[in-house]
């Protein structure tokens, strides 16, 4: 079973329900975590490369250094992450391991599960519709088109505060 772990609220459910479903039919659990630019919030991490005058001007290479040192951070907390998520389900008593890579999330975790034979995804959505879907994309609408096995959503649960 491959579940798809990202940074937003959501994933501590969609980690507990793939938890859930491994122990009950007795699967083992492949994390995965892709790391992309789309994944940073802070929109000044992106590298603006449209700029006028030499493209190796020392603004733009000392922005793509930053960039790169951000997402090397990125990855350094993400993996201490998936860790401990892999110590989490272990002591649950499920077989689990992780893997983290950069690239295309829904496009990625389709790969993934070709390549490790997955019968099942266990993917978050985080409630897009209309509009919203339309231009921000949804992972979890092109996992479930594209994937070589079945697809389990775990819905984004309505905030309490």
Same mark, same amino acid.
């Given at each position: 079973?491959?579940?798809?772990?990202?940074?937003?609220?959501?994933? =501590?459910?969609?980690?507990?329900?793939?938890?859930?479903?491994? =122990?009950?039919?007795?699967?083992?659990?492949?994390?995965?975590?892709? &790391?992309?630019?789309?994944?940073?919030?802070?929109?000044?991490?992106?590298?603006?490369?449209?700029?006028?005058?030499?493209?190796?001007?020392?603004?733009?290479?000392?922005?793509?250094?930053?960039?790169?040192?951000?997402?090397?951070?990125?990855?350094?907390?993400?993996? =201490?992450?998936?860790?401990?998520?892999?110590?989490?389900?272990?002591?649950?008593?499920?077989?689990?391991?992780? $893997?983290?890579? &950069?690239?295309?999330?829904?496009?990625?975790?389709?790969?993934?599960?070709?390549?490790?034979?997955?019968?099942?995804?266990?993917?978050?959505?985080?409630? &897009?519709?209309?509009?919203?879907?339309?231009?921000?994309?949804?992972?979890?609408?092109?996992? $479930?088109?594209?994937?070589?096995?079945?697809?389990?959503?775990? &819905? =984004?649960?309505?905030?309490?505060?």
């Amino acid at each position: 079973m491959i579940v798809a772990i990202d940074r937003s609220t959501a994933s =501590k459910d969609v980690f507990e329900t793939a938890v859930y479903l491994a =122990k009950t039919t007795g699967a083992s659990l492949m994390l995965l975590h892709v &790391l992309s630019d789309q994944e940073n919030d802070d929109s000044s991490s992106s590298i603006d490369l449209k700029r006028e005058g030499n493209p190796l001007d020392s603004s733009i290479l000392e922005a793509y250094d930053q960039h790169w040192q951000e997402l090397e951070r990125q990855q350094q907390q993400r993996l =201490k992450v998936m860790r401990s998520l892999v110590k989490e389900a272990t002591a649950a008593g499920v077989n689990a391991e992780f $893997t983290q890579t &950069l690239g295309d999330r829904g496009e990625t975790i389709c790969n993934l599960a070709q390549t490790w034979s997955a019968d099942l995804i266990v993917v978050g959505s985080r409630g &897009l519709t209309g509009i919203k879907e339309m231009f921000l994309g949804s992972v979890s609408n092109y996992v $479930t088109h594209h994937a070589p096995c079945s697809v389990f959503i775990v &819905l =984004k649960t309505a905030d309490t505060n």
